[in-house]
């Protein structure tokens, strides 16, 4: 099974939302948004981490796996749920650690 273009998007979108988080956490500069991976990250970076890979790692495989059945329509969520990651990413990143 071949990875689509989108799902490569994505996981590229998760691993530097992790890595960011992960350096501006280090650097006590920003604090984790999401209080789910909040959860997590009370646990450990080795935690955190694991977290993050398995909540995305999850989806993208349904994905790829529906994408046999319907591969416009997934095509089409996975561009939306990119959009939507950058959204709530930014959003959130904004408001909590530059107060806008």
């Known amino acids: 099974m071949t990875l689509t273009k989108e799902s490569k998007v994505l996981i590229a979108i998760c691993a530097a939302d992790l890595m960011v988080t992960l350096f501006l956490l280090g650097n006590h500069t920003a604090r984790e ?4 991976m909040a959860y997590y990250l009370r ?9 993050k890979v398995i909540l995305c790692g999850i989806p993208i495989f349904v ?14 969520m996975l561009r939306t749920t990119i959009a939507m990651y950058l959204a709530i990413y930014f959003s959130l990143f904004l408001a909590l650690n530059l107060g806008i």
Do not use: D, H, S
């Not at 646990?43 to 977290?51: E, K, M, R």
């Open 33 to 36: 948004g999401n209080p789910l």
């Open 43 to 51: 646990y450990g970076v080795g935690a955190f981490i694991l977290a």
């Open 63 to 76: 994905f790829e796996w529906c994408k046999q059945y319907r591969p416009r329509f997934v095509k089409m």
